[in-house]
């Protein structure tokens, strides 16, 4: 193949239309046509990352094997398309204009105004064309965050203007937009979607492709409609009906013809039918569960589900993997004490306890491991949910009343989670934590940890600043709680365990980021399994 294809994807009306659910769909189709693809998110907000973004905000902080903190749509790229994603992957607006700034800093524009135009949209066509320059990809797929109209989003959309004019048949845009029922009338209305195409329009940008979001099936008349006023052609008005799970969206897309439509654009062959025997199989396993139980989450930030979206995918994956529904019990920390906690967990199969930052809902994460310890409900803590684990079992077992981390209390007299020596004297808070992907080596074959990867030297990803205090190993492991999993190089306990309980494991790092529709987490699966048989 000669020259790598780039297709953009921008939205209208709304934004949550499902624009990174809709390129990872496309490029799923793609792929399993022979194609090597890739998908990039460009997001209009002026943060460098959304590493320090609350979740309330942006929900998930989905972390690369290569330690970019990045948006949770990457979450979704990875999870389809079972390819790791980096740094590249994920642009902001943040880093377009660090990267302009410090050229200019530099000199590097001979003594030139800097400008929108041609200096930051040059910068992010650099950032696009990158990914099928130096990697290679057949296919780029970029997604444009925000919605057209946006005034963030306007020098994107400048630069994919520029550069459909510059690679010709080379690039192609796909608009997603919304067509509304209107429930008092009982009509679908097509007039957002051509104001939004409008909108487009007026930037420069015509759209090759239309995809329409709706709730209700799209007849042919409405299709000819929105053909004729947004000068697309019948065949690309795609219609994207409201679906049971995400997951359903490829063979939507399949069935609209999407994936031809685009390559014929694109003047690329079909090649093979889509195989997606395997993806298939996934979802007859997710909707057609032999049984279901529920497992609890626990978290402060449970109000937004978003926040917690890879460890609920990674929930969903291991549960068709066991051919078991698992509903989640959405609790949140702050609400639990030692008086309800046994009325909150009542009935659930097993306990997660999620990662997260800061003090706030701390007591009620301690209350929550302290009765999955003593009932010998399976547990599994990541990351902070293993640190909680620590602190519990150090106050409750080893009597060590005030344990604590020194992220909650730099005063504690025991500090039983401390800040790793390589974070101290670190006041910046972006992009500085311990990130990305480690090694872990499992200590011997004997323990839970083992029997779910069935090797002793793993690797995970992580985003995190405080560690277990290896001063207090030894007096942890006389009393019951086991390291089970170490850093070869510092010696960082990684992984602990419990012997006595059927399943109880934390983890330092966040196995959900690694889980895909066709490599479910072995972590994940292996405690799903043990819920099922508790």
């Known amino acids: 193949m000669s020259a790598t294809r780039y297709i953009f994807v921008t939205g209208g009306v709304t934004s949550s239309l499902g624009k990174g659910i809709l390129a990872a769909s496309l490029a799923k189709l793609l792929q399993a046509r022979g194609y090597s693809v890739t998908i990039q998110k460009l997001d209009p907000y002026i943060n460098i990352d959304p590493g320090t973004l609350n979740p309330y905000e942006h929900g998930e902080c989905y972390v690369t094997e290569d330690g970019a903190e990045t948006d949770l749509d990457l979450g979704h790229y990875e999870r389809f398309l079972n390819v790791p994603t980096s740094q590249a992957n994920n642009v902001t607006t ?48 970029t997604e444009i965050g925000g919605t057209v109209g946006d005034i963030e989003s306007l020098p994107y959309i400048e630069a994919v203007r520029q550069l459909k004019w510059e690679l010709g048949q080379n690039a192609l845009v796909i608009h997603l937009t919304l067509v509304p029922f209107l429930a008092a009338s009982g009509e679908l209305k097509t007039k957002p979607t051509q104001h939004s195409v409008k909108s487009l329009l007026e930037t420069g940008v015509q759209p090759d492709v239309l995809v329409l979001r709706t709730e209700h099936e799209l007849n042919a008349g409405i299709r000819k409609k929105v053909a004729l006023f947004c000068n697309v052609e019948l065949d690309a008005v795609v219609q994207s009906i409201d679906v049971p799970t995400i997951y359903d969206v490829p063979n939507k897309m399949k069935e609209e013809k999407l994936d031809q439509t685009v390559l014929r654009k694109l003047g690329l062959p079909l090649k093979d039918e889509p195989q997606l025997e395997a993806w298939n199989e996934f979802l007859h396993k997710l909707k057609n569960p032999a049984t279901t139980i529920e497992i609890g989450l626990v978290g402060k ?58 003090h706030r809902g701390i007591e009620g994460k301690i209350t929550v491991a302290r009765y999955v310890r003593e009932n010998n409900i399976p547990f599994l803590g990541i990351c902070l949910g293993m640190q909680i684990a620590v602190i519990e079992f150090a106050r409750n077992v080893l009597n060590l009343r005030d344990a604590d981390s020194t992220e909650m209390n730099e005063k504690t007299p025991h500090p039983v989670i401390d800040l790793m020596e390589e974070q101290k004297g670190i006041t910046e808070k972006g992009g500085t934590m311990r990130l990305g992907a480690y090694k872990c080596q499992l200590v011997n074959k004997d323990s839970n940890i083992y029997r779910a990867y069935n090797k002793l030297e793993i690797s995970e990803r ?43 494991v934390g983890v330092q790092f966040h196995p ?9 987490h072995p972590l994940f699966v292996a405690f799903v399994k043990a819920s099922l048989e508790s």
């Open 94 to 141: 943040g880093r377009i204009y660090q990267s302009v700034i410090n050229k200019e800093r530099r000199g590097d524009y001979l003594g030139k105004t800097v400008q929108i135009i041609p200096h930051i949209t040059d910068e992010i066509k650099r950032r696009i064309l990158f990914l099928g320059t130096k990697r290679k990809y057949d296919i780029v797929i």
């Open 301 to 358: 930030y449970v109000e937004l589900q978003d926040a917690y979206k890879s460890i609920v995918e990674a929930v969903t994956h291991a549960g068709a993997m066991n051919s078991c529904k698992v509903k989640l019990r959405w609790l949140h920390s702050e609400k639990i004490t030692e008086e309800n906690v046994a009325k909150k967990l009542a009935g659930l199969k097993g306990v997660i306890i999620a990662p997260g930052f800061g």
């Open 462 to 504: 992580h985003r995190h600043r405080y560690e277990f205090n290896n001063h207090y190993l030894e007096a942890f492991e006389a009393a019951g709680m086991k390291a089970v999993g170490v850093n070869p190089d510092t010696n960082l306990v990684e992984a602990i365990e419990i012997p006595a309980n059927k399943w109880f």
């Open 512 to 520: 959900e980021y690694s889980s895909t529709v066709l490599k479910p």
